[in-house]
């Protein structure tokens, strides 16, 4: 399982998907720059990777511009439809937002916004040339992947019981399988529409009189002047400093400040001197994440909507209040119950030659979104919003044009006011966690990008379904980890050595000496090449 990492001194390009990673290149050698390759990359996943991504679902980008030197982000999130409210759903007899079909899909896409604000400040090659790979696949076919496969098997009740997925996935009458050539027609159409239109084409033209009338039709809830009325958001990062290293993340709605507390916390302790697979580090990481879930769940929302008190969360001396917390019980698992959330997600990164750097991620939120396609679109629609609450006593509760609790959150990691490490992965829950281990990995543990995300894993929390929050670990080491931190409390579930339930995690490092070593998940599909 051991992927052999590539050196470069020029460029970078990591997905989890190796087309994307080749589309990325590919742009890359035409004289593109890191902005135009991100793009094209994040267009072409939506092809290739069609289960986790895709034009309906939403996108973040996290960048360093190599020119002025600056740390910007876009939110590229969508907002809830303007009819909805929290009884909404009730007058429908309905006490829950449905997870799956057309009433989940309640969310405005927001990642083809964020590719065209991207591309239009910063990006160099025609915005037609960016979206031809995406469409060349779309239409000419791409080769079925292994974890496509996977989770075609696992979906195929919601394949086979929406026309539109199962002309797609099992035009025969059966699965396709690994390797089997994927053609999506419809896609390619309406990303031809994309091409011609740009965004205006998916926010206001036909395209998306195509998507929202089909929406009204079947009984939806988006209308056409949702679309018109979606804006993303150019904001500024929040960050703070791990052993002399400035971590940057999105601010809410996104779950990164989670991440930055975790950090915080950990500074009380000397990593390198707790053995990497000991039970003392996962009990340790375990705690340390139900510390920051536990105000993640209190507070995270749209900040439009509701304030979140930042400051304080991000500060070192609330940061040492919680690792008093965790210090007066050393050796035993405090309860806590995570809420449970999908985790389906593609990250990818890209760094070139001029000092620009992009790490960004999308996502429909679970495996194949809200299972629905509108009419004959080809579009995958997201059910990101399946997660507000219709509790009005909490902070996520739906509300009109209002953005969801995110899961998404790429990071970026300087050195000097320059781009030191650039990581991100699949996985609700596991995002945050997942980060936590390779960027302690690479830190305190002396490890190269690569050997960081082969590092065995842990995944913290709980996802739909399940009524008790567990502690997975991979099998990578002795039973009796297991046991010990069994003994100490933790709901231990033990998973294979690579498991996918993991996430797939992608990172780039540029070292001071400008050599750019990437890396690329070997429990996914992906591939990292540099130029």
Known sequence: MLNQMPVATGSMVTTPHYLASAVGSSILQKGGNAYDAAVAVSAALGVVYPHMTGIGGDAFFLIHDGASGEVTAYNGSGRSASCLHADTFKKLGINAIPRRGVLSAITVPGMVDAWWAVWSRYGRLAWEQLLAPAVQYAEQGCPVSRDLSLWLKQDEELIMGHTPLRKVFAPQGTLLQEGDLLLQKQLAVSLRQLQSGGRDAFYSGELCKQITSSIQEDGGMLAAADFAAHQGEWVEPISTYYRGYKVHQLPPNTQGFSMLMMLNMLEHVDMAAVARTSPEFYHLMAEVVKKAFRDRDRYLTDPDFREIPLERLLSKSYAHELWSEIQAHPTAAQPFLSQAMGQDTAYAAVVDAEGNAVSFIQSLYFD????????????????????????????????????????????????????????????????????????????????????????????????????????????????????????????????????????????????????????????????????
């Not at 995110?406 to 300087?414: E, G, K, S």
Request: include cysteine; charged fraction near 20%.
């Open 368 to 531: 194949f979104g809200a299972a629905y396609v509108p009419g004959n679109t080809g579009v995958l629609m997201q059910n990101r919003g399946s997660f507000f609450s219709l509790d009005p006593r909490e902070a996520n509760v739906l509300e009109p044009g209002k953005r969801t609790f995110h899961t998404l959150m790429p990071a970026l990691v300087t050195q000097d006011g320059k781009p030191y490490m650039l990581l991100g992965t699949q996985g609700g829950e596991g995002q945050p966690q997942t980060q936590l281990s390779v960027l302690t990995g690479v830190v305190d543990y002396g490890m190269s990008i690569q050997e960081a995300i082969n590092l065995p894993r842990w995944l913290y929390g709980r996802t739909w379904g399940e009524q008790s929050d567990t502690l997975r670990v991979e099998n990578r080491y002795h039973d009796d980890v297991c046991a010990t931190l069994a003994s100490w409390g933790h709901k231990v579930e033990v998973k294979a050595p690579w498991d996918g339930v993991m996430g797939h995690a992608q990172g780039i490092v540029i070292r001071a000496d400008g050599m750019i070593s990437g890396a690329a998940d070997p429990r996914g599909d992906g591939m990292a090449i540099g130029l």
